[in-house]
């Protein structure tokens, strides 16, 4: 490559940087088409490869929010999960051989099966059901993934690339959760009457990287009281609570941190459902992709960030015959996270909850011996 066709490379990268992306949800979809919800029809238009759909109004309506794109001839706008929307009398998510599948029998039918997923102690029989529904629709490489954030999570990842430890779910399965009320289930990271939601999206390396939150395994979750708990409580049946839809919740495996993948982002949701991308992850730096006025405490939304600390592997350790990772040290402390919390592990380690499914304590550094 010649120095004056790098320099012009350098400069149209650089002018890029600096020229936010207007974002997906704000420019009219290219098809929109008629479909049904909940008995009505409305013009409408799928998103996230289909797996959600934004229906639309020229009156306000229930459920309905104000659409962000300013002129647009329908001033009202919805989200909906595919499993609602059909199409000429038929589900548009019969088509999606990624979607997930419930077999159908005398008294089963996907109202019984979310029944089931909020059921916790199930017996084997139900939860061979609910191994099949998940295993209809398996992660695989390349699924993106969204774990909630904090403000001041978003403040740490500046400086560590690192994933959060604990529980994520796949975006085609949440995509319709598109304000910060409706999120608040998927983990309770969000309070009530915040203007913004956040969340970190990357893409799935390796699928074995990632367990389900099912009992036995993970069962020490389920039964944290209140007061040990942070965010919703975990049902221990594979998916989160939710009194209209399957969500499937996955968690990354011993509840480790993972190095974070080329092309994660994080992501912005507000209280009118409108989708921003505010920062790009590659090369050990986020780069920003938004104009958005918004605070976040420790973090300039206009310039690049360098990360200087890049997580390789996650290290497992043993502290006082206890199984965990190591997520930070120094040379004389240790900080400890469980790989299986449960209320008995708490009271013989004081471990304290970091956030939803997450324990952690520092200890001597000597303490810790790895994992042979």
Not at 99 to 118: A, H
Not at 148 to 177: K, N, S, W
Not at 180 to 202: H, I, K
Request: proline share 10%; aromatic share 8%; hydrophobic share 40%.
């Amino acid at each position: 490559m010649t120095r004056d066709l790098a320099s012009r490379r350098n400069r149209a990268a650089a002018l890029q940087q600096r020229r936010p992306a207007v974002p997906a949800d704000l420019t009219r979809p290219h098809q929109i088409v008629t479909v049904e919800w909940q008995g009505e029809k409305y013009p409408g238009a799928p998103y996230a490869e289909g797996a959600a759909w934004e229906l639309f109004s020229a009156l306000p309506r229930p459920d309905f929010l104000p659409n962000a794109r300013p002129g647009d001839e329908y001033p009202y706008r919805h989200f909906a999960h595919a499993g609602e929307v059909l199409r000429e009398g038929v589900p548009v998510s019969v088509a999606d051989d990624r979607s997930l599948t419930v077999p159908l029998g005398p008294g089963l039918d996907l109202e019984y099966v979310r029944r089931l997923t909020q059921t916790p102690h199930l017996d084997p029989a139900a939860r061979a059901l609910l191994d099949r529904v998940r295993n209809s629709s398996p992660l695989a490489p390349g699924d993106l993934l969204e774990r909630p954030v904090t403000p001041a999570q978003i403040a740490r990842l500046m400086e560590t690339a690192a994933v959060p430890g604990g529980f994520c779910y796949r975006r085609r399965d949440t995509a319709h959760l598109r304000t910060p009320a409706a999120r608040s289930v998927l983990g309770g990271e969000t309070e009530p009457g915040d203007a913004w939601a956040f969340a970190l999206r990357w893409p799935v390396a390796d699928p074995a990287d990632y367990h389900a939150p099912v009992a036995p395994d993970y069962e020490g979750l389920t039964a944290m009281p209140s007061s040990d708990r942070r965010g919703m409580p975990v049902l221990g049946t594979g998916f989160a609570i939710s009194a209209a839809h399957l969500l499937p919740e996955h968690v990354t495996a011993d509840l480790t941190d993972l190095p974070l993948p080329e092309g994660a982002k994080l992501v912005g949701y507000t209280v009118t459902g409108t989708e921003c991308e505010l920062f790009a992850y590659a090369d050990q730096r986020w780069t920003p992709l938004t104009a958005e006025r918004l605070e976040l405490p420790g973090v300039e939304l206009g310039r690049v960030h360098q990360v200087r600390r890049v997580l390789r592997e996650a290290t497992r350790v043993v502290w006082n015959g206890i199984t965990g990772s190591l997520v930070d040290a120094d040379e004389e402390w240790a900080r400890f996270r469980l790989c299986r919390p449960s209320p008995d592990v708490l009271t013989r380690t004081g471990a304290e909850a970091v956030r939803r499914g997450v324990y952690e304590k520092w200890v001597a550094r000597s303490e810790i011996a790895p994992v042979l």
